[in-house]
């Protein structure tokens, strides 16, 4: 496995597990010819497997800060593709039911909350603009690095070393503390799914490689992350036949048709029982 995961250099460097997503954006911007002081001054967000909001070497926002609701619209402003929300999508969103004049009010206080403690960090904060909230287009926020070091390493399916970048910035599913709120539910199960297709191809980038236990491993954490997942659990499937590990393949379909039946109470789809009728007839 070091060969995909050999992060050793930068703990040498005394660069924190955290940290380090955000080393490798940094190095990139600074071969591109951003400044460094305009670096360290980068608005940071963290949302995989926590939450931190940090300029430079200071954390301004994490999850002990007692505004929830102001950290809330950070983060669903953190979300958008662009960055942005309309104020009734975010009053529709945090206080349902409540009528215009209280909504309005809580809105711009926990903005005020926000503000304040972003620019007391030199952070550029929310604007609002043409009833639009947005975050500045500067802000780094760990979500976006991952897709994008995803999209980056699919375009290069050979390369380990971008599998690696994109694995090293997904540090835990989606905002962890914020599990049963509605709006963080579908950006979550997204990112999950990205997760998984980045721990099946390195599987197998590790299987062309001949480290086949570290495959294995690979594909169980996918299979893990999500154990209704059909296509992982096949890739699983294929695995343990081109090891010659037939049994085994045979005991995770068993197993998936019992997980099935139990949470969904449906059958597998005609393409994982057809796999499933190969691996038996080749025995």
Same mark, same amino acid.
């Given at each position: ?72 619209? #950070? ?5 958008? !593709? @662009?960055? %942005? $929300?309309? /104020?009734?999508?975010? *009053?529709?969103? =945090? ?78 599913? #989606? ?5 049963? !709120? @509605?709006? %963080? $539910?579908? /950006?979550?199960?997204? *990112?999950?799914? =990205? ?89």
């Amino acid at each position: 496995m070091d060969r995909v995961y050999d992060f050793k250099r930068l703990t040498c460097l005394g660069v924190s597990n955290a940290e380090r997503p955000f080393v490798v954006y940094r190095r990139s911007e600074k071969l591109r010819g951003a400044p460094e002081m305009a670096l360290n001054r980068t608005l940071r967000i963290y949302m995989l497997g926590r939450f931190e909001v940090r300029i430079g070497s200071r954390t301004v926002i994490d999850h002990s800060w007692p505004r929830r609701k102001a950290k809330a619209i #950070l983060k669903l402003l953190a979300m958008q !593709e @662009d960055k %942005s $929300l309309h /104020r009734d999508q975010i *009053l529709e969103l =945090l206080w349902p039911g409540s009528d215009a004049a209280a909504g309005n009010n809580n809105l711009r206080q926990n903005l005020h909350h926000l503000r304040g403690a972003l620019h007391a960090a030199g952070a550029g904060p929310p604007v609002l603009s043409n009833e639009m909230i947005a975050l500045s287009p500067d802000a780094w926020i760990d979500i976006d690095a991952f897709r994008g070091a995803a999209q980056a390493a699919f375009r290069s399916p050979d390369d380990p070393i971008l599998y690696a970048a994109a694995l090293a910035i997904y540090r835990g599913d #989606l905002l962890p503390m914020d599990l049963y !709120e @509605d709006w %963080s $539910l579908s /950006r979550r199960k997204e *990112l999950q799914t =990205l997760h998984r297709r980045l721990l099946s191809k390195v599987s197998q980038l590790e299987e062309a490689g001949g480290n086949i236990a570290g495959a294995a491993q690979l594909l169980r954490q996918a299979v893990e992350g999500d154990p209704l997942d059909e296509e992982v659990q096949r890739a699983l499937m294929r695995f343990y036949a081109r090891t010659s590990n037939r049994t085994e393949a045979i005991r995770e379909y068993q197993n998936y048709i019992k997980l099935l039946q139990r949470e969904l109470g449906v059958i597998p789809s005609h393409e994982t029982e057809a796999l499933y009728r190969e691996i038996v007839n080749e025995g």
